[in-house]
């Protein structure tokens, strides 16, 4: 699996902006991020394979994951 993570949520510099990671089948959103140690995600978007996802989809070794911050404007 892929997990695309902004620098907006990368406060610990070991990881990086992307990451191939192994996980187990049926794991969730929310499995992988903890797994990650990515803090702040209540301001974050899930993208799987480019479709906007929640934190208790499940996600695959073959999916890309994204994780994005939420911005607003006007």
């Known amino acids: 699996m892929i997990v695309e993570i ?3 949520f990368l406060y610990d ?9 192994e996980i187990k089948d049926g794991s969730t959103i929310r499995e992988v991020v903890d797994l990650l140690s990515v803090k702040n995600t209540d301001y974050a978007m899930f993208f799987v394979n480019g479709k906007v996802a929640q934190n ?3 996600v695959n070794n073959s999916d890309k994951l994204s994780i994005l911050p939420v911005f607003d404007g006007g």
Do not use: R, T
Not at 13 to 21: E, G, H, M, P
């Open 6 to 8: 902004s620098k907006v």
């Open 13 to 21: 510099i070991s990881l990086k902006s992307i990451i191939n990671l």
């Open 56 to 58: 208790d989809d499940v």
